[in-house]
């Protein structure tokens, strides 16, 4: 997808024209008809275009479409080149970089941020993987020999070491050369980390059985055995083949993490059916619709982009995004979300939001997003990893020591042993993995559910929740207004009341606003423009009208105004009663009527709360709303405490005092009025539904505008904290028993060591362990 500037990078940008042969846009790219409408002489030649905005962005900057850079071509005709993407680390997501590489913090390798829709084969698991099976048979050899050659006595002497050697050698240094390198690396950036321990461990084994190979002389008579020094070159070979298998199967299991968004990148579909000007159709690469184009979206296809319909009438599948299993109807001004599904009528739409202004891009990138934010609960284990390197190699630094002086006669060969053990075994890539294995698979998860957290955060912060402020207009209503009547005082007639107030709200954005303007116009009333309009922070508007000075809003807006509503009182909670909300309209300081407009309650409100009620969550309804409209809605929804009639500094302010009281709040809501709460709440919640300034300012997003989305957050947060619990506790106890073991305490006990290989085979399974049962959160009922 691209933006309207249809600077595509898709296909070749530029060919030279004349007036016959082929022709390309050279903007875009696309081949365009001899006959084309759009067309440019420039320099000495015609260029001619698909549409007006493709010949707009030429007139701007003819240099840059007539004379590219150089290689200009090339790079355009792959939509993503590798070293375009944007590149992070799976553990410390700070880590940014255009290309692949590796961590300088921990050296894991770099994935991308957004993965390729095209499953490519990642080319570290290609590495791994070659590295893997042609050195497996010679390690399975010298392990062998290591193990049987002596019994049986395939050679004399020391000529068995230099077999080993020989075998050990290519597994060791080309094998295991990528751990060494990473390994290197992280001390020379003074960052130890897990190829920390494995290059020392490995090395330490190489080495040493590379020294009593080449000059035995050097070591003491306590080293040898049968007339030789026994060497571990076995132990160096099976470490790097088990660490390498350990990587490969992380490495596939990681990959599934970003499955949920190459799932909604898939959604998209790959072409959309342009109406050119003339009436005629044709299909064209998605990223080359532009804004304001008519497009023709047929029964059994994807709609295309975000936009209106035009013409037709059908019912669109939204489950893909929304979770609403049920097919809406579409008609004439109805909104359109791309990527959804047009089951059987035929529709044409005007395009509004292309490329990275879709909401399935905007979907995409937010899950993106949560997927490499951290949890709070992650310090602990990064405060840990920062010093667990060190404390490691110390621990196997006395284990080396504590063996050579104080243990049995072949104390010094035990402890070289132990040490070894203890580097391989302890592996800080499962304590970091613990939490942002867990975090990608969730936030995929819920956006599957129609559910978008904008952070790790939220994800921890939700299920702690035990307050709910809840909107009402757009939150627990249907948020599409419908007008009811309108009532005049004194001098005013009722038509002249709604024909004043619909001019007023042409220019709001709220939805008793829209209800209003709307109705007017069904009546073709002759609406005027404001000659000023000032909003009034959610309990209403003003401005000037026909030289009339107006009030328009709730009973807080005139009685800021000093207007006496008293003449209408009655009548309005009357209204109000009937849950219908009241708006007053004032002309130059005095009271002229009241317009009623009714809100339908949303089919699943009920059922939210009291499900939400059920869990322990105390539900509070703060509106700008009138407090007997408020109260009947909040009478049918069972919802005990209601505020009226707040401004949004009183719903900030009721948060705070809630926050004050030791509760854990969250804030529902849809309108510009509910962003200060929703920012200041512990989490807040928008409707998909609503305005961008709420969600821009929510932590989560429902996409369907649902309250049942937050039952269904709420049991993803207790699911998502409970496995994160797992991990780090698996990861802790692992290292916390691995590691004595390895040093050999249990030794006066058993009287076994543990072998570095065992070592191995216990650090490779322990990362692929942790996303595995990270992917466990894929089964989990949230519904």
């Not at 296909?11 to 042969?21: K, L, M, V």
């Not at 549409?51 to 090339?74: A, D, I, N, V, Y």
């Not at 020591?401 to 035990?414: D, E, I, K, M, N």
């Not at 650090?763 to 595995?772: H, L």
Request: hydrophobic content about 45%.
């Amino acid at each position: 997808m691209h933006s309207p500037s249809c600077n595509h990078g898709q296909e070749t940008a530029h060919h030279s024209q004349g007036d016959a042969g082929d022709r390309f846009d050279p903007v875009c790219g696309m081949q365009v008809e001899s006959d084309s409408p759009f067309h440019e002489r420039h320099d000495g030649q015609t260029y001619r275009f698909c549409s007006s905005k493709c010949l707009e962005s030429f007139r701007l900057s003819p240099q840059q479409f007539t004379h590219p850079p150089q290689g200009r071509h090339e790079q355009q005709e792959v939509p993503a080149t590798e070293a375009a993407a944007e590149y992070t680390c799976p553990m410390h997501p700070q880590v940014r970089q255009p290309g692949p590489g590796n961590c300088p913090i921990c050296g894991m390798a770099l994935e991308p941020v957004i993965p390729e829709l095209e499953e490519q084969e990642n080319p570290e698991l290609k590495d791994f993987s070659r590295r893997f099976w042609w050195t497996l048979p010679l390690t399975l050899i010298v392990t062998t020999l290591a193990m049987a050659g002596h019994s049986v006595q395939l050679f004399h002497g020391t000529t068995q070491n230099w077999v080993e050697l020989a075998l050990a050698t290519p597994v060791t240094l080309w094998g295991g050369r990528v751990f060494f390198v990473r390994g290197i690396d992280s001390i020379r950036r003074g960052s130890p980390n897990m190829w920390t321990l494995i290059g020392l461990g490995t090395s330490a084994a190489y080495l040493y059985s590379l020294a009593a190979t080449l000059v035995p002389q050097w070591f003491p008579a306590a080293f040898f055995q049968d007339g030789r020094i026994g060497v571990y070159y076995e132990a160096a070979a099976v470490i790097i083949s088990l660490t390498l298998l350990g990587q490969m199967l992380e490495l596939k299991a990681r990959s599934q993490t970003s499955a949920a968004i190459k799932a909604l990148l898939g959604l998209a579909p790959a072409t959309a059916r342009r109406i050119k000007a003339d009436g005629e159709e044709e299909d064209i690469p998605l990223g080359h619709v532009h804004r304001g184009d008519h497009l023709r979206v047929r029964p059994g296809e994807k709609v295309p982009v975000d936009g209106t319909v035009l013409e037709g009438e059908s019912a669109v599948d939204e489950s893909m995004l929304t979770g609403e299993p049920v097919p809406v109807t579409k008609r004439s001004g109805d909104a359109l979300i791309g990527a959804t599904m047009n089951t059987h009528g035929s529709l044409v739409m005007e395009a509004q939001k292309v490329g990275a202004d879709t909401m399935l891009s905007q979907i995409v990138q937010m899950v993106a997003r949560a997927q490499r934010s951290k949890v709070p609960m992650q310090r602990m284990a990064d405060a840990v990893a920062g010093y667990f390197v060190v404390t490691v190699v110390l621990v196997a630094i006395a284990t080396f020591f504590g063996w050579g002086l104080f243990g049995p006669q072949s104390g010094w060969v035990f402890g070289l042993i132990n040490a070894v053990s203890v580097l391989i075994i302890a592996c800080p890539c499962a304590l970091g993995l613990a939490t942002p294995m867990s975090v990608m698979v969730s936030t995929g998860k819920a956006a599957a559910s129609g559910v978008l957290f904008r952070d790790a955060g939220a994800i921890e912060n939700l299920r702690k929740i035990d307050t709910l402020i809840v909107d009402k207009t757009g939150t627990l209503t249907e948020g599409r207004p419908v007008f009811h009547s309108a009532e005049a005082t004194g001098a005013f007639d009722p038509g002249e009341v709604l024909r004043l107030a619909a001019s007023l709200d042409q220019g709001s954005e709220h939805p008793l606003g829209h209800a209003i303007v709307e109705h007017a116009r069904s009546q073709d009333l002759p609406l005027a423009k404001p000659e000023t309009f000032e909003s009034g922070s959610g309990i209403g508007v003003r401005g000037r009208v026909d030289g009339h000075q107006l009030q328009l809003g709730n009973t807080a807006l005139l009685e800021d105004a000093g207007v006496d509503i008293a003449p209408l009182r009655a009548r309005a909670e009357q209204l109000r009663l009937q849950g219908i909300s009241i708006v007053y309209l004032a002309v130059d300081g005095r009271l002229a009527g009241l317009l009623a407009v009714s809100d339908p309650i949303k089919p699943t409100s009920r059922l939210a709360v009291a499900n939400l009620q059920r869990e322990g969550v105390r539900v509070i309804m703060a509106t700008g709303d009138g407090l007997t409209t408020a109260k009947a809605v909040a009478s049918e929804l069972g919802i005990e405490e209601v505020h009226g009639e707040v401004k949004p500094q009183d719903k900030e302010q009721l948060v705070a005092e809630l926050q004050a009281d030791g509760r854990r709040t969250a804030m529902a809501g849809d309108g510009i009025n509910d962003a200060p709460a929703l920012a200041r709440a512990d989490v807040g919640i928008a409707m998909g539904t609503g305005t961008d300034v709420a969600m821009s300012s929510a932590q989560v997003t429902l996409v369907k505008g649902d309250l049942m989305g937050i039952l269904r957050a709420r049991s993803l947060s207790v699911a998502t904290v409970r496995n994160m619990r797992q991990n780090l506790a698996f990861a802790f106890l692992y290292n916390a028993m691995g590691i004595p073991l390895a040093a050999g305490l249990l030794y006066p006990l058993t009287g076994h060591l543990l072998s570095p290989m065992i070592a191995a085979l216990a650090m490779s399974v322990s990362s692929a362990s942790v996303v595995f049962n990270a992917l466990r959160l894929r089964q989990v009922r949230i519904d």
